[in-house]
């Protein structure tokens, strides 16, 4: 008897974690494009002229007004060429897991225009870099519960399908100010952060400036090319992924492994960070170095650790 409890038990507890990895994985969001278009029009009558920007922000100065509209484009002509700097980075969030790249996704036959990170209901989103709270809104088929911060850099981010708001538009913040909370709103099926960059309404792939399991930029500065692909400059910190897949891949490369920057570990009831060092051959100061914790760091069940 008690063994058929216990393989019970074993069984329930594996469909519950399939459960999970597959609501992870087919995490699905924003169709927003059609509500885009709505909305794009409104904000044409609420476009209001401000004062409020700090002109020691030249990245600011590049857009032509400030409004708390969702916008898809704006009417500006681009730059040939902007240097932006990445240096005042912080992660958005405490987890280095992705689980969805940016590009095409071939199952819904549209694109994906984020990279969405594991998180959990109620873990902390935070600014990614310094910048002005533009946008606080709801998105019931899209986004969810998402806030857009214009950057001094010059770039704008989005935070989609969070539980809860923290900030209030038109407020400055600083990078790693908390923003809101993590969640599951919106077009989305498992929480997760779905987090866009964008440079004057053009999406920038964030795995080209960010690389998530190192929770770090992958240069000091990214130049933004009109018409032409992006580059890295300044001191490199981790290396650029390959170009995102924009296509759907050819017949002869569907059946590639798909490389990762790096391995990531998501830990368990009862898991120790020698545990963790031990299955992945390493050592723990060698794990805590590469997590940038201490060795005498609490792990919290579902924290990503990466292992590579
Ligand atoms: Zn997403």
Redo the contacts with the bound molecule.
């Keep these: 008897m008690n063994t058929i409890r216990t393989v019970l038990a074993c069984l329930a507890l594996t469909a519950t974690s399939l459960c999970a990895q597959a609501q992870d994985l087919l995490?699905?969001?924003?169709p927003a494009d059609r509500h885009i278009r709505a909305l794009d029009s409104i904000s044409l009558f609420r476009i209001t002229p401000i004062q409020e920007f700090n002109l020691t922000n030249p990245g600011m100065e590049l857009y032509p007004e400030w409004n708390n509209q969702y916008a898809k484009s704006y009417d500006v002509k681009k730059p040939n060429e902007y240097t932006i700097d990445l240096r005042q980075f912080h992660a958005p969030c405490d987890s280095r897991l992705v689980t969805?790249h940016y590009g095409y996704r071939r199952q819904f036959g549209r694109n994906?225009?984020?990279?969405?990170i594991k998180l959990y209901t109620g873990d902390t989103v935070r600014a990614a870099f310094n910048g002005k709270i533009r946008v606080v809104a709801y998105e019931g088929r899209g986004y969810g519960n998402y806030v857009i911060i214009r950057h001094d850099n010059g770039l704008e981010t989005v935070y989609?399908?969070m539980s809860k708001h923290l900030v209030r538009e038109n407020q400055t913040v600083k990078a790693g100010e908390p923003i809101g909370l993590g969640g599951n709103t919106g077009r989305?099926t498992g929480s997760?952060l779905?987090?866009e960059t964008r440079f004057l309404g053009e999406f920038i792939d964030p795995e080209q400036l960010i690389d998530f399991a190192a929770q770090d930029v992958r240069a000091d500065y990214y130049v933004y090319r009109k018409n032409a692909k992006g580059t890295l400059a300044g001191n490199a910190r981790a290396k650029a992924p390959v170009a995102a897949n924009d296509e759907a891949p050819k017949r002869s490369e569907q059946s590639a492994p798909v490389k990762r920057p790096s391995k990531t570990y998501l830990v368990k009831k009862g898991d120790t960070l020698t545990a963790i060092a031990k299955k992945h051959g390493m050592t723990v100061q060698e794990l805590c170095r590469l997590n940038l914790i201490k060795e005498n760091a609490n792990l919290r069940v579902g924290q990503a650790i990466r292992c590579s």
């Design positions: 995490a699905d969001h924003v969805s994906h225009y984020g990279t969405d989609g399908h989305s997760h779905h987090f």
